[in-house]
């Protein structure tokens, strides 16, 4: 497991950001969301998922990131340059928490990306096993992570996982 801040400041490949963070404590959401503007990077991120090319990093494109502090997981929206949602990634985490006034989230592995057509893609299950077999993580842990990911799994395939048309919301928020 690692910890990882919801600014980034460690990913060279920006190099030229702008940051916003926010504290929401509403009726929806509960927790901090952030946007990484990435206005110069070092080169495009393209991603493949099973022969399907995807940018999700590039000059001009933005990740807003939502962290519900009552929850265990994290959702990063990515937009491309025309403010287009590019994917939903969801990190499944041990804690989300803040540190020094710095929102971040441990990472328990697994991952769940979900396309604007409404596929869903799941990601890192060999990591989570590898993670168990050398102890990185415990078997509650280990078993936290895949309770969180079929929950969620299935708040998606119903409908009703509130978090992407929140990230709509979200975005606008820290925009205005």
């Not at 001009?60 to 994917?87: C, D, R």
Request: hydrophobic letters at 40%.
């Amino acid at each position: 497991m690692f910890k990882r801040y919801l600014h980034r400041n460690d990913w060279s490949r920006i190099i030229e950001r702008d940051y916003l963070v926010a504290h929401i404590h509403e009726n929806d959401f509960y927790g901090f969301i952030a946007l990484i503007k990435m206005n110069e990077v070092q080169a495009p991120l393209i991603v493949d998922y099973s022969g399907k090319k995807l940018c999700i990093v590039d000059h001009h494109y933005s990740w807003l990131q939502q962290l519900p502090l009552n929850e265990n997981f994290a959702i990063t929206t990515m937009f491309n340059k025309n403010g287009e949602i590019v994917q939903w990634y969801i990190d499944i985490t041990y804690e989300n928490g803040v540190e020094k006034g710095e929102p971040y989230m441990v990472d328990l592995f697994l991952d769940i990306v979900v396309l604007p057509t409404g596929e869903v893609i799941e990601k890192d299950k060999d990591e989570i096993e590898e993670a168990l077999q050398n102890n990185l993580i415990t078997k509650a842990q280990y078993e936290l992570a895949y309770e969180t990911f079929h929950r969620v799994l299935k708040q998606i395939q119903k409908g009703t996982f509130k978090y992407f048309d929140l990230s709509l919301k979200h975005h606008n928020y820290l925009l205005k």
